[in-house]
């Protein structure tokens, strides 16, 4: 069975800094294409970042120059190191794999930011 297990949530202070990081296990495929996705309470899930199979980074406004997406060498986790976090960013984080011809999802790792 596919999964993919997010870990590394926490409760942070404002400006401080967690990493996220999201591995895939039972599987043969590598993690070609992943992104991270937010929902806070009360709000839509929204997208955060993203990582090509090349390994070229796309990242939301709100995350930009904060935020850093990046991949193992094996491509069997992907990361998103969050710096200078607000309360703002609070939110479960979700991962989101694109592994051989489909799309997983993980079970999302709460983040709060104290104010």
């Known amino acids: 069975q596919v999964q993919l297990v997010e870990s590394g949530g926490g409760l942070v202070q404002a400006g401080g800094s967690l990493k996220l990081s999201c591995a895939a296990s039972?599987?043969?495929?590598?993690?070609?294409?992943a992104g991270w996705y937010r929902q806070a309470p009360g709000n839509q899930r929204e997208w955060v970042a993203r990582i090509d199979s090349g390994g070229s980074a796309n990242y939301a406004d709100s995350v930009k120059g904060r935020f850093t997406i990046s991949r193992d060498t094996a491509k069997t986790t992907v990361y998103l190191q969050m710096n200078s976090l607000k309360p703002e960013d609070t939110a479960v984080y979700y991962c989101r794999g694109e592994l051989g011809s489909s799309v997983y999802w993980g079970q999302g790792t709460q983040v709060t930011v104290s104010s």
């Open positions: 039972g599987t043969i495929f590598s993690i070609n294409a």
